[in-house]
């Protein structure tokens, strides 16, 4: 049996397997610590791609009133061991791809670590995200933003519930 077939039955890929499905949920933001900036709806599928070894999320919603769109593949790279995320939105990233990683992973969560900045930043912020389902109908998606200094604070959150179908 191959290392992806195990993980896909018991392993990183199964733990994957199982963001499967349509979410619907709120979004939280934050651009300044403790002053939340909006609260809005937020729908998303995530599906599994190229059989099972990446899930791709895809979600819509709104921000200050405004439309925006985005997209994650979310990964487990068995031969280095670490989760990874390329990132892309009509919001934050703007034309930029932002590629996360890290280990840190249990049976219900995993986080990985990006950074992003642009030529009036002098110094590049990072950019946590952490995955929790925390039952089979609920997954919260927190990021943190990451000064080049260290100090983390919250920049959104996603509770989402899971849309069971009705036929």
Not at 67 to 84: H, S
Not at 111 to 122: A, D, F, K, N
């Amino acid at each position: 049996m191959s290392k992806f077939v195990a993980s896909k039955e018991n392993g990183r890929h199964h733990q994957l397997g199982l963001l499967q499905g349509n979410w619907e949920g709120i979004t939280r933001t934050w651009f300044e610590p403790g002053n939340l900036a909006d609260e809005s709806p937020m729908k998303g599928t995530i599906r599994p791609v190229l059989g099972g070894r990446f899930m791709l999320h895809e979600y819509n919603g709104h921000i200050n009133g405004e439309p925006f769109e985005g997209m994650v593949i979310y990964g487990f790279d068995i031969a280095n061991n670490k989760w990874q995320a390329a990132w892309v939105d009509s919001f934050h990233m703007s034309t930029g791809i932002m590629f996360s990683e890290s280990g840190a992973a249990d049976s219900t969560s995993f986080s990985v670590l990006g950074s992003y900045g642009m030529p009036e930043m002098p110094e590049r912020w990072g950019w946590r995200t952490e995955l929790k389902l925390e039952d089979a109908d609920k997954l919260v998606i927190t990021a943190w933003n990451i000064t080049p200094q260290g100090e983390e604070t919250m920049a959104t959150e996603t509770v989402y519930y899971r849309v069971h179908s009705t036929a």
